[in-house]
Structures are given as C-alpha cells and as structure tokens.
C-alpha cells in the first residue's frame, strides 16, 4: 500500500485539509461549478440569486434524503426505502391535517400542526427502526429488508387514500391548524424554509459526524465492523439508530414536499431513493462504508438538482436529463474507484 | 528419476537438474519489506522446503513463485529461461501450481465441479459432467481418499477439503507443487497419505516446494531445506548436511533476546479467573474450550501454548465477550462478568487484542490516530461532543508510549508496517487502562526487533500491575516474558510450567512431535 491516498478520510478535521481530502470533495465541487458556469453561458435566466434559491429549495427534498442515506450509507448499509417513507409520511401528515375522527368518541380531531410534524416524524423514525431492527437483530441484508418496506410503505400510503391525493392542506383558522404551508412557501430572509431545514439538517448531520462519539462510532463500523465491536463499539446500537435517522430524514422531506406541492399523492417520491444513493455516490462516499462526509453529499445533492433543473430551462428534454443524471453518476462511481483502488491491494 | 539423492550440495548439481530458480528476489509492501533478497534452486523430482518464523517471508514467496504476485525486484527461472509469471494461469500454464494455507474452494459446490474450476471438461451438451466425476474419482483414489465426488465441499471435513485442494493441484498435472502448509489441518493419518502421495509425485518428476511449520514432520519428508528470516535467507542445504537444531538457529539467529519475566515485585490478587468454561466450536460439533480453568494475577505474565485448533483463540474472545459459553464463569477481580457486552467488559478493565490485525484490529478507512483513540472515545468526550484538543493529547501520549513509529496520528493506517500496527492495536487498548489484558498472538506477522518491543513493552506494564496472558505458536516466545506457561490441547490444559522449562517439554506438551 505504497500511496497515502487514504488518508482522505479525515472527515470534518479542518486544522488539517490533506490533499487527498481536497481531491476527494472538490471533485463534487468542481463539477457543480461546471454546471453553475455551463448554463449560465446558455441560459440567462439561469445565473441569477432568484433561481439558484428556487433551485434550492428543490435540492432540499434529495438533500435531505441524501442525508438520511449517507448515514446508512457510512455503516456500510443501503436503505432503499427512503422514497416510499417520504410519500408514506406526506399522506400520513395530509390524513392528520384532514382530522381523525375517533368514531367510538363522535369526535373528529384536527391535532395542530405542530402535532402533524411530530407524529409524522414519529411515523419515519418507526419504520427506520424496523428497518434497523430487520437488518441488526435478524441479519437481514439491509437491500433486502428495506427493499420490503419499500413496498410495504409505498403500499400503505395507496392504501390510505385509496389512491387518491389529499388536497387543502392549509388547514383552517377556527380548527387551529394553519400554517402546514409555512414549511413549503414561506421565506426567512427571502431564503425559502425548505433551503432552511436542508442547512439546519447539515449542519447537525455534521457536528454529530466529526463531533460526537457517535459519529466516530459510524465511521469505524463501517469500515470495519468487527473490529469496531471488539473495540468496545456498540455496533448494533449504531446500526439501528442510522436507519432511524434515515427514517426520520425522509419524513422531513416528505412534509417539506407535501407542504412545497400543498397536497400529499401517495406516489410522491418514487425512486426518490435512487437519486439520494446517487448524491452520496457522487459526493465521494464509498458503498463498503466508512468513507464519505456532509459536504461531499450535499455537493452531490447539487450537482443532480442544478443539472437537472438546468437542463428543464434550457429547454432539453426530460429524457435526456435521466440520461445526463445517469452519465454523472457512472462518472463520479467510476472516480471513487480509481480513488480508493489505491488502496485496496493485497 | 528416482527422488531420494540426498547428499549432492546443489551447486555442484548440473543445471539441468534446477527446474525452478529465485535470484535476488525482494518484495516491498509499502513501507514494509517482505523479502530481502532470497536465491535457491528447485530441483527436479526432489522437496525443497522453505523454513522460517510467521512473518519471514516464505508465503510472499510462494505467492511470488506461483504467480500471485510479482517480484518488486529479481527474477524467477523456469527451465534456465527467466520467466514472468502474470497470473496464476499463467504459472499453471507453465506447470506451476500452488496449495494455499487458506482453502481456495468454493464450499457451496461438489468435488467435482470443485477440481475442475474454470476448465471445465466441454462434452456435445456442454459440460461432460459424467467424464469431470470419472477423472475426479480416479484422483480420489491415488490419493487412497474415500471421498463422493458429488459430496458438497462444505459437508467435508477441514482434513477432506484440503485433500480436495490436493486433488485439484494433481489434475492439472502440475510440474513444480508449491505446498504452503498443506498439514495444518490434516490428522496423523491424512498426513501419512499426503506423504506417500508426495513420494509417489517425486518419482514421476514432479518438484515439490513445501511449507510446513512442523518442523520435524517437514525433514521427514524434504531434500532441501531454505531458511528465512525476516525477508532474509538466511540458509540453503540439502538434507544430508542438517538437522532440527540447524534449522531452529537459522530460523530464530543468535537466540535474540525476547526478554525474560519482569521480577522483583509481588503479584497482586487475581485479576482474572476463568472457572469451568465451556465454549462451543464453531463448527457447532464438540467444544473448542473444554471445561478449562485459568486464574491470573495483578501483574502476572501467562502464555498460552497451543497448536492452531486448540482452543487458545475461543478462549480469548470468549473471555473477552464476543462468544458466548454455554458452561462455567469467567470473573474480572471476583466479579463476575457473563453477560456484559464488549463494551462493558472493555470498561471493567478487560481488553482483548485479536489475532487477526486486518480482520479484527484496525479500521482501514480510519487514521492512525483515529484507530488508536476509538476504544476510548468517552475519556474524551464532554456532554455531546469530542474534544479535539483532548483526543490529540491522547493520542500522541499513545504515540509515544508504544513507540509507534508514523508520520503523525493523520498518517493512513495501511501505511504502517506490520509491527506498527500491532502496537497501535496494543496501543489502542492500553489508552483504556485496562487491568487484564490479553493477546492473541500478538506476535503474529511482525519483525523480530518490534516482537521484542512488543513484548518490553508488557513487561513494563505488568510490572505496574497490568495481568498480561498471551497466546504464541512459536516455542521461543513462550521463553520470554511469560511467569507461567500454559499449553493447550484440544480445549484443555495439557501441561503447565514456569518460566524456566525447556522448549522441547512445551513442545512435547502440545503434540506437535508427535507426528510422524
């Protein structure tokens, strides 16, 4: 193992940008300036603060799945259920926001928004754990167990509406329970609240990543997990609680979403999953686990927005935007290899 | 070409007679050299076997002549031609085939489809299924092994998988048979097959390089003998001109000094008493540890002494809280600690360093820092976050106590040597301050000179009271730091001694000459 490369991995050490470091995430950062330079040449309505905040505020629903996913990603799983938990927790909150009536009572309920958010959090965070519990205390391979409640999910949210799409999520004044729309339209400093959430969600992501135990634990779990249990790492603790978060993540999204649209469609966020795995991809992190940190995937989560949202207006057509996406993520895949290639030999 | 010339010095052969030659070959991993530069010569019809502690060098060697790896310098003569050995087909193109130590079969599949892998025996509708069993059965029985060839590799025994691997390496018709210790699994009497097998193989030809850590079992059967130590070769002499004692100097060099057993201070109470453990073998049949009871005290030394499958292994990690025991306790300072979890245990006092570096010890993708403060994250952690400043200050202290030597705790783990990364493992369990702390092999794949630093280094600490109990499968470690020696055997203790036995009592003790 002649090269050094590896000591890329020093997530989050500012006192100390090895070049291996800047290599790494400046890769996702050169390609998104790239894309900012290319279709600003094309376009002019591209380069303008306006747009990149609209921009934006579309990047937070994958950035924020792209979060969830870096975690899981980081302990060397994979959870493909983020998508489906995303609409499932947009139609649950719309279900919430058109009351529950409690029939045995004759009452019908409109719990606050506050509530909506919490109980739809709650509702992330339980799927997350019996992914987490699937995949630590059974053994179940993560694709596989939260391959399953892709489906169960997805098929939950159908069955809840029916089908149908729950509109008129503002909610009215003498129920007290306006404002579910505030996540979606409302601007803190002309800066759109879904651009808010997507940067307080970071920014914890990566305080606990380079900051706590926890995140350390992540680390060392995904790059070796046996070692890391030996060393005193409650490895399976660890595991559940990224699946949770990541549960948690794709519940905030799917309000952010449902909220940004002011309807909840039990379709909302299919495949969503894929694009997430494609942002962490793309910002450097490695599938084994263990290697990737927030900045690389939020750089990951701009390069698909901006690109294809670039690609929307100048005008090219949708299908060739799956095919830019694709070629993107081929590319950056094929980078990380010859990146830590390196440092697999033996 | 009849096999048993034994008293030719073998420069004084004709070089037709060298089918096989090293010149000046060395390999460099990274900062870590495994071979220095080794010359010999394999001769046609004849066992050349390679000597040497873990770590010497001799499977990089194998891997080198078979094709798995390249020199980094020097060349490989085939034939009197130098020769550039690409890959292992390539190798066996040339008939050159080799028998890992690790078993390269695929456990899900048969006997058959096992042999022939990757040349399939095409027939009118694809393979010729009937044709593969045929040959499969005849090779079966050269080798005088009752074995279905239909049978599942992984419904065989160890002893049968490695007689698969056997048969593999025949049905290619393989020239020069590289063994890398092709006994360490087998019984007495699968050894004594494989013997008349690689008789047989000699008097029709075929050059034979072998690996063997029994000693006396490999001069039974060897022509030459090559020594290495530490990537060196340190000897080269046919069978006639040696003996075991020859062997052992050359391996081990001017009785380096491992140390002796830290004196002049009493041992304290016992730190760690294991009563009646029973831990199942992996294999779900029988026990790995038997019934087995050990007591250490405050600042005692213990090594452990056994040969690979006795038990030394799961008795450490059972200990240390990854396998369960299904009978007996295992108590830290009178308490006892069944069902805690690692973590727990790690916080009572009671460390383990694994056997496998790579496998259990180190996190790859984390620095050498990174690995070395991850036991010990919470003496450094206030309220929710890490302490930076804290870490480092740990960190460099370890550094500095274990003597690792690095480029600074941002350094790559991989960019360590072998011996180095022992010690950030050491290390890395240390900054724990534990009381108990066990190795296992601890000097496994590492340099004499970081061995001795190794072993310094825990005598200075047992001295401070720390129990240390250690596992070897080298006699000359036994004869260092430890007080006492235990030998194990088939889960049990079979003998114990002090500090001031002889390494052929330990050995005796063990079963290891006891084979044929």
């Known amino acids: 193992m002649a090269d050094t490369t590896a000591s890329a991995n020093a997530p989050g050490k500012k006192s100390n940008v ?11 950062f050169f390609a998104l300036i790239a894309i900012i330079a290319i279709f600003s040449f094309l376009s002019d309505n591209y380069f303008s603060l306006n747009n990149f905040l609209i921009m934006s505020n579309h990047v937070a629903i994958f950035g924020l799945l792209a979060i969830g996913m870096l975690l899981v990603i980081l302990n060397g799983g994979i959870d493909l259920s983020v998508g489906s938990v995303l609409g499932l927790s947009g139609v649950f909150a719309g279900w919430l926001m058109q009351g529950v009536e409690l029939e045995s009572m004759g009452v019908i309920l409109y719990p606050p928004v506050w509530a909506v958010v ?15 519990i699937l995949i630590s205390r059974f053994n179940v391979p993560a694709f596989v167990a939260t391959l399953g409640s892709l489906y169960v999910a997805r098929g939950a949210a159908l069955l809840m509406t029916n089908g149908l799409t729950y509109n008129n999520l503002g909610g009215k004044a003498e129920l007290g329970n306006t404002g579910f729309d505030w996540l979606g339209f409302n601007r803190i400093a002309n800066v759109p609240v879904g651009v808010i959430i997507l940067a307080i969600v970071a920014v914890l992501t990566g305080l606990v990543l380079t900051r706590t135990a926890f995140g350390r634990w992540l680390y060392s779990s995904g790059g070796n997990e046996r070692a890391a249990e030996l060393s005193g790492v409650p490895t399976a603790r660890v595991k559940i609680t990224v699946y949770v978060l990541s549960g948690i993540c794709a519940s905030i999204a799917g309000l952010v979403l449902s909220s940004q649209l002011t309807s909840a469609g039990p379709t909302a966020g299919t495949t969503y999953e894929l694009t997430a795995i494609a942002a962490v991809v793309i910002g450097g992190a490695a599938l084994t686990g263990g290697r990737g940190g927030i900045l690389g995937t939020m750089l990951g989560a701009f390069v698909i927005g901006f690109l294809s949202d670039g690609l929307v207006i100048i005008g090219v057509s949708s299908y060739w935007q799956t095919v830019f996406t694709g070629a993107v993520i081929v590319l950056a895949v094929l980078l990380n290899s010859i990146q830590y290639g390196g440092a697999k030999r033996r | 070409m009849q096999a048993p010339i034994h008293n030719e010095a073998p420069h004084a052969k004709p070089e037709s007679q060298v089918v096989l030659a090293a010149r000046d070959v060395t390999k460099s991993f990274g900062a870590v050299r495994a071979l220095k530069g080794v010359n010999f010569d394999v001769h046609r019809g004849q066992v050349t076997t390679l000597f040497g502690e873990n770590g010497a060098g001799k499977s990089t060697l194998m891997k080198i002549l078979s ?14 031609e130098p020769v550039e050995l690409d890959s292992t087909t390539d190798a066996q193109e040339r008939g050159i085939c080799i028998i890992h130590q690790e078993l390269s079969l695929a456990p899900n599949m048969t006997v058959r489809d096992n042999i022939f892998m990757g040349r399939e025996i095409r027939g009118k509708f694809g393979v010729d299924f009937a044709e593969e069993e045929r040959q499969t059965r005849k090779l079966l029985e050269e080798l005088e092994e009752d074995i279905d060839p239909l049978a599942k590799v992984e419904d065989l025994r160890l002893g049968q998988q490695q007689i698969v691997e056997i048969a593999r390496a025949l049905s290619v018709d393989a020239r020069i048979l590289i063994m890398d210790e092709p006994t360490s699994a087998l019984s007495a009497s699968e050894v004594e097959v494989l013997f008349k097998v690689i008789h047989d193989l000699k008097a029709r030809g075929v050059s034979i390089v072998y690996i063997s850590h029994h000693l006396e079992e490999a001069l039974t059967i060897t022509d030459h003998a090559v020594v290495l130590r530490d990537g060196n070769m340190t000897a080269y002499a046919p069978r006639s001109e040696i003996d075991l004692e020859w062997i052992v100097f050359n391996m081990v060099g001017e009785n380096f000094d491992l140390g002796s057993p830290p004196q002049g201070y009493e041992f304290g109470a016992p730190a760690l008493s294991i009563e009646n453990l029973c ?5 779900g049949v029988g026990l790995a540890v038997d019934h087995m009871d050990l007591e250490v005290k405050a600042g005692e030394i213990v090594c452990i002494y056994g040969l690979m499958g006795a038990g030394r292994t799961e008795l450490m990690e059972c200990a240390a809280g990854r396998l369960k025991n299904t009978e007996g306790s295992v108590k830290l300072h009178g308490h006892d600690i069944s069902g805690l979890s690692i973590a727990d245990r790690i916080n009572a006092g009671l460390v383990l360093v694994p056997e496998d570096r790579q496998r259990d010890g180190l996190v790859q993708t984390m620095t050498v820092g990174k690995n070395l403060s991850l036991s010990s994250i919470g003496n450094f952690t206030k309220g929710l976050f890490t302490n930076h400043k804290a870490e480092d200050q740990i960190i460099e202290e370890s550094i500095r106590d274990v003597t690792v030597k690095t480029d600074g705790p941002h350094a790559a783990i991989g960019s360590l040597s072998g011996g180095n990364q022992q010690k950030v493992v050491i290390g890395k369990m240390l900054v724990t301050d534990p009381t108990v702390i066990m ?10 000179g970081a061995k001795a630093e190794v072993f310094k280094l825990l005598a200075e600490r047992a001295k401070q009271g720390l129990a240390v109990v250690y596992t070897t499968s080298e006699v000359t470690e036994c004869l260092s730091i430890a007080h006492r020696i235990i030998v194990m055997r088939r889960g049990q203790i079979s003998a114990e001694f002090s500090h001031d036995t002889t390494k052929e009592a330990i050995m005796a003790a063990s079963g290891e000459s006891l084979v044929a």
């Open chain 2, 439 to 448: 190795l296992d092999e601890p000097s496994r794949g590492i340099d004499i």
């Open chain 2, 67 to 80: 094709g798995v790896q390249k020199p980094s310098t020097g060349t490989i003569i085939l034939d009197g």
């Open chain 2, 279 to 283: 831990v199942p073998s992996h294999t």
């Open chain 1, 18 to 28: 090895s070049i291996g470091k800047m290599l790494l995430e400046g890769r996702a």
């Open chain 1, 118 to 132: 919490i109980l739809t959090l709650t509702l992330g965070a339980f799927v997350g754990l019996i992914n987490g």
